[in-house]
């Protein structure tokens, strides 16, 4: 797993496995929501835009969810400090 912040957009990038295949491009859930699918057309990472007024994780898998929880764990803790 992998997260990527980008201060300057207010972009976290979830990169929750490797894409099988190869990158298909990306589905937009909502607004400030990207779900990122390989050729095979599952989930392999999430894109939240905005990020500073918060994160929705409404209708996101709960395969996904339990690993994006993991991987966002050490953010959770700067974000408090």
Do not use: C, N
């Not at 990306?26 to 990020?51: M, N, P, Q």
């Amino acid at each position: 797993m992998q997260v990527r912040y980008d201060s300057d957009a207010d972009v976290i990038f979830v990169v929750l496995r490797p894409p099988s295949g190869g990158e298909a491009g990306g589905k937009r859930l909502d607004d400030t929501r990207i779900a990122h699918l390989d050729t095979s057309g599952r989930v392999f990472a999430y894109e939240f835009l905005a990020v500073s007024s918060g994160i929705s994780f409404d209708g996101i898998a709960t395969d996904d969810l339990a690993l994006m929880t993991e991987a966002l764990q050490p953010v959770k803790r700067l974000a408090v400090a």
